[in-house]
Antibody, heavy 119, light 108 residues
Framework: EVQLVESGGGLVQPGGSLKLSCAAS????????MHWVRQASGKGLEWVGR??????????AYAASVKGRFTISRDDSKNTAYLQMNSLKTEDTAVYYC??????????WGQGTLVTVSS | EIVLTQSPGTLSLSPGERATLSCRAS???????LAWYQQKPGQAPRLLIY???SRATGIPDRFSGSGSGTDFTLTISRLEPEDFAVYYC?????????FGQGTRLEIK
């Protein structure tokens, strides 16, 4: 059974940092591109960024709204992807989903973790 | 960045009726990289259609996707009670991914 389990969400002050984790099981994590997608309360889905596999040089890409503040990494030995979020803004408040990208779409999703940026 | 515009914003229909949801792109999208998702309250999105017209694993055949270029359509042939949800289209191109703003399908 495929599972993606996000953790690390919580309340953080504006300007602060938070690191999310995504633990994967049930598929070949090391060969998969992993993405983060977020959703503010009552709003639509927003792509955050991605990290490709080792075969694709662990290449990363980010949405303009987070570029320079967020960093995606992975540890294939732990089947885990990470989202390091720095210089957080109130507009970063959202549920953050970890998802696998395959053939142009997202086939597996985690349950999401809530990040709240507030003073 | 390719902008996806979904219409209508809200669609009110009854069970058993046919639903037609539209997704229009600001520039041409490869059909290989257009997908549709269903999201219910408190749940993660679920992949319905990939490659514009291929159903994902376990998706009933009442769901179908079509289109090419800048115009894509998700059709639900006969609505079941569990189909009332929010639907998003998504495209992938040039290392950037965008979603439509969503169509809410509600019970009339």
């Amino acid at each position: 059974e495929v599972q993606l389990v996000e953790s690390g969400g919580g309340l953080v002050q504006p300007g602060g940092s938070l690191k999310l984790s995504c633990a994967a099981s049930g598929f070949t994590f090391s060969g998969s591109a992993m993405h983060w997608v977020r959703q503010a309360s009552g709003k639509g889905l927003e792509w955050v960024g991605r990290i490709r596999s080792k075969a694709n040089s662990y290449a990363t890409a980010y949405a303009a709204s987070v570029k320079g503040r967020f960093t995606i990494s992975r540890d294939d030995s732990k089947n885990t992807a990470y989202l390091q979020m720095n210089s957080l803004k109130t507009e970063d408040t959202a549920v953050y989903y970890c998802t696998r990208f395959y053939g142009g779409s997202f086939d597996y999703w985690g349950q999401g973790t809530l990040v709240t940026v507030s003073s | 960045e390719i902008v996806l515009t979904q219409s209508p914003g809200t669609l009110s229909l009854s069970p058993g009726e046919r639903a037609t949801l539209s997704c229009r792109a600001s520039q041409s999208v490869s059909s290989s990289y257009l997908a549709w998702y269903q999201q219910k309250p408190g749940q993660a999105p679920r992949l319905l259609i990939y490659g514009a017209s291929s159903r994902a694993t376990g998706i009933p055949d009442r769901f179908s996707g079509s289109g090419s270029g800048t115009d894509f359509t998700l059709t639900i042939s006969r609505l079941e009670p569990e189909d009332f949800a929010v639907y998003y289209c998504q495209q992938y191109g040039s290392s950037q991914i965008t979603f439509g703003q969503g169509t809410r399908l509600e019970i009339k």
